[in-house]
């Protein structure tokens, strides 16, 4: 079975950097689309940035220039680097990946959450 192993979350002060990552493991025939979604208490849930196969980015407005998605396929694993982080950037952080299964269609999987807590 497939699943998404986040890590990274943590306090970090404003004006601080922090790097998410998340793992996907089982038996994994390819990988498409990866990405990360937020949410903060009262608020939606809101897409970060998202990343295709062929490296094409999406980056929300409000953290363009401080967020950069990257990604490694051959490690299965999406990450998120978070520079200049703002109060506002704290929420809990949702990595999802569009994956295809040995022998089974494409199926999206998310990761369990990973808080980051801007404060000082």
């Known amino acids: 079975q497939v699943q998404l192993v986040e890590s990274g979350g943590g306090l970090v002060q404003p004006g601080g950097s922090l790097r998410l990552s998340c793992v996907a493991s089982?038996?994994?025939?390819?990988?498409?689309?990866m990405g990360w979604y937020r949410q903060a208490p009262g608020k939606e849930r809101e897409l970060v940035a998202q990343?295709?196969?062929?490296?094409?980015?999406n980056t929300a407005d409000n953290v363009k220039g401080r967020f950069t998605i990257s990604r490694d396929n051959a490690k299965n694993t999406v990450y998120l680097q978070m520079n200049s982080v703002k109060p506002e950037d704290t929420a809990v952080y949702y990595c999802?990946?569009?994956?295809?299964?040995?022998?089974?269609?494409?199926?999206?999987?998310w990761g369990q959450g990973t808080q980051v807590t801007v404060s000082s």
């Open positions: 089982g038996s994994i025939s390819s990988i498409g689309d």
């Open positions: 999802f990946q569009v994956i295809r299964p040995i022998g089974l269609p494409y199926n999206t999987y």
């Open positions: 990343m295709t196969r062929s490296l094409n980015t």
